[in-house]
């Protein structure tokens, strides 16, 4: 398992400045580093000359705050990068099976798979994401994410099979469950999943999490992970308010940051894991989190860039924060995540998105195992 640490809080007054505590702000205490404009910051972070030998580039420095993880199912790209973790989803791994280097992954999963008298495509679309795993697991010291199908997401039975197939694959090729993430929505049904997988040694990410309910929820099961999505928290904010935001302000970074005090306020163990990022201000805004899952682009602009890159999220500060516990058994989970039409939207959205992927991808493996495509729906 990943192990990370946080340092000590470095200045960062090449990129940012103070503004007096801005009231209505969760988790504030006293005065905080306000980032500028994005644009703007990225120009103070100045561009990295290794050939120099003038500092670390900020991926560097942001390591020794918080773990860095790759969001992406290109194995070859993220070996630059040097990741601790590793993150898929449908999405990417459908991008990935469409590259010409890659689509080999496809087809030998299928081959093996007609060999071995496998007729579901379904199985054969978990052989290809643990064939995936296997190569980035070569390539990085950590763990990997591998989900379980999206349109399972309110089928608790169904769900489990399927995240322990996905582990008995994993186990048959020779990988440890303890290297393995099962990465599953975050509605109710994959909360209750998440608590009987843990209760078997297997080991879980939440994804798809907009919301502090969502959070604890997972929190109270003892699920190992959570991922909440910043970048698409603050998509629905400026699309709701036309209003841009800095990066202190941004929404998602505020969410990020109030379940993050929640989790270490109350001792809960789950790891937080910043994900879906639309800019490295969002990223360096949370530097300090456990995780950070960080797409192969803005990995390669945080490794461009130079600048000191402080912690800006402490476990001793939250133990002191003045947070109030919330209810997360299925009567408060969901009224809450109905009261927040932020989370519930960005929720049912995102499982649609992801069954989009999914249902493409099994649409790939049947014409390679020459049966019909799926009826459209």
């Not at 490295?280 to 805004?285: A, F, K, N, P, S």
Request: with cysteine.
């Amino acid at each position: 398992m990943a192990v990370h640490t946080v340092a000590k809080r470095v200045p960062a007054k090449a990129w940012v400045k103070e503004t007096p505590r801005r009231a209505g702000l969760a988790g504030r205490t006293k005065a905080e580093p306000r980032l500028l404009n994005p644009s703007k910051r990225i120009q103070r972070l100045k561009p990295l000359n290794s050939s120099n030998g003038v500092g670390s580039s900020a991926l560097d420095q942001l390591k020794k705050h918080t773990t860095v993880v790759a969001d992406t199912g290109d194995f070859e790209l993220m070996a630059q990068y040097e990741p601790q973790d590793a993150t898929t989803n449908p999405s990417l791994i459908l991008k990935a099976v469409k590259s010409p280097q890659y689509a080999h992954i496809l087809s030998e999963a299928v081959q093996e798979a007609t060999q071995a008298g496998i007729t579901d495509p379904e199985e054969v679309i978990d052989r290809v994401l643990v064939r995936f795993g296997c190569e980035i697991l070569k390539i990085i010291p950590g763990r990997v994410s591998t989900e379980v199908d999206a349109r399972l997401s309110f089928d608790k039975d169904a769900s489990l099979f399927r995240a322990r197939r996905i582990i008995k694959l994993y186990e048959e090729a020779g990988i440890s469950r303890e290297r393995i993430l099962i990465k599953l929505a975050t509605t109710w049904e994959g909360v209750q999943t998440a608590k009987q997988l843990e209760s078997e040694g297997i080991h879980v990410n939440m994804t798809l999490l907009f919301s502090l309910v969502q959070a604890v929820a997972c929190a109270e099961v003892g699920a190992t992970l959570i991922s909440p999505f910043v970048g698409r928290i603050l998509d629905w904010h400026k699309k709701a308010t036309g209003k841009e935001y800095t990066s202190e302000e941004d929404p998602g970074v505020q969410s990020v940051k109030t379940i993050y005090n929640y989790y270490k306020k109350f001792g809960h163990k789950t790891e937080v894991m910043g994900a879906s990022f639309r800019n490295v201000g969002e990223i360096l805004e949370i530097a300090g989190v456990d995780l950070i899952t960080i797409s192969p682009a803005l990995l390669g602009e945080l490794k461009s860039l130079s600048g000191p890159v402080g912690a800006k999220l402490s476990a001793d500060a939250a133990k002191t924060a003045d947070i109030d516990r919330i209810d997360s058994d299925e009567k408060a989970y969901r009224f809450l995540l109905n009261e927040d039409a932020m989370g519930t939207e960005k929720l049912s959205e995102g499982i649609r998105l992801f069954v989009k992927d999914s249902r493409e991808l099994e649409n790939m493996i049947r014409a390679e195992m020459g049966i019909s495509a799926m009826a459209a729906v």
